[in-house]
């Protein structure tokens, strides 16, 4: 057997790999695949001496570099099927074993996502809304009045990694002003992306929405605080697909509490779900989700698509799209 699925619960397996694909992925191995639980590699590892491929996808395991060695010696690529790889990638990476992400795959419903909400709160969709249900329809409609629509209106984006890069061209057809800030970014870039480069005190300054796509990682938690959110334009929106831990919480908590004109779409919190004395349960501009911008329904079957095609291109030696290097850690979400 060169073939496992390596998960912490088969339910994740079950999940985002459809039986179609596990079907193509055991033709296109040896003709034999098994899920495995954590478990089973560590008690028994003996027999899985001669696997060579590991898919996984969200409960993915993490293993030292002794563990792998011991239990997957003759291993040779992960193909992970969900986003970002940050808590397991780099022992196999230490190792020489390639690791591949459906990261781009994950991208795609974040973006949407993130294009849907802008477009919705440069209408005033979730202030007027909450007039309108509780009655107010004259005072919604007055206020409506105040936000700029989505035509010339600047948009920021923070963060020009794989989703960041989508969202931008995603908005292209809708006549934004889209600012864009990434400390890799050039304006050479950010004119193919249909954007302007600018830092985040300036985005924040002067754009109806920011949204946050910047990479998770020690340098970036607690990157926004009072100041940015305190100097955001009237009516203003600010938009979290990204992490919690990059928001200074109780003061943006504090500048909404303080501005009812802006609003909050926080689809992350840290830790997620806030707390039960979070501040934000009780504010009315403060919009919880709980965590649906990336892969849900269906939408996950796609990772696992792009994993197939990423392991037949890697079986034929052709060039694949989605591998990940330790380089590219320091900067991916």
């Known amino acids: 057997m060169t073939t496992i699925f390596l998960n912490k619960d088969a339910a994740y397996i079950n999940r985002v790999f459809p039986d179609d694909v596990r079907r193509q992925i ?8 098994e899920t495995v639980l954590l478990d089973e590699l560590l008690n028994d590892p003996g027999q899985f001496a001669e696997v060579k491929y590991l898919f996984s996808t969200w409960g993915m395991p993490t293993l030292t570099e002794e563990q792998i060695r011991t239990c997957l010696p003759k291993l040779e690529c992960v193909f992970y099927a969900a986003g970002s790889v940050q808590y ?15 990261w781009m795959a994950n991208a795609v ?33 007055v206020l ?12 920021g984006i923070l963060g020009i990694g794989a989703i ?25 870039r950010a004119a193919a992306l249909g954007a302007e480069k600018a830092d985040i005190d300036t ?18 938690k607690g990157i926004f605080g009072r100041e940015q959110f305190a100097s955001m334009l009237p009516n203003a929106t600010f938009l979290n697909t990204g992490r919690g831990a990059q928001v200074q919480e109780d003061a943006l908590a504090e500048v909404l509490a303080q501005r009812p004109d802006l609003t909050a779409v926080l689809d992350v919190t840290f830790p997620e779900p806030p707390l039960p004395e979070s501040p934000f349960y009780k504010l009315d501009n403060c919009v919880l989700t709980p965590h649906i911008a990336g892969s849900s329904g269906n939408e996950v ?20 799209k989605y591998e990940v290097t330790i380089p590219m850690l320091e900067r991916m979400a």
């Open 164 to 188: 960041g890069e989508l969202v931008c061209e995603m908005l292209k057809p809708f006549n934004l002003k889209v600012l864009a800030y990434s400390r890799s970014l050039t304006e050479e």
């Open 26 to 33: 055991c033709d296109l191995a040896d003709g034999r695949y």
């Open 144 to 155: 409506g009045r105040n936000y700029p629509g989505n035509y010339g209106t600047p948009v």
């Open 301 to 320: 079957h796609r990772m696992a698509q792009y994993m197939l095609e990423e392991f037949a291109s890697h079986l034929k030696s052709e060039p694949c």
């Open 203 to 220: 985005i924040f300054r002067t754009c109806q929405v920011v949204s946050n796509h910047i990479a998770d990682n020690e340098k970036t």
């Open 88 to 102: 397991f990638a780099r022992p196999f990476l230490d190792l020489g074993i390639k690791v591949f992400s459906a």
């Open 109 to 141: 419903p974040v973006a949407e996502y993130t294009v849907a909400q802008i477009l919705l709160a440069n209408k005033g969709y979730y202030a007027t809304s909450r007039m309108m249900s509780g009655g107010e329809a004259a005072p919604a409609k």
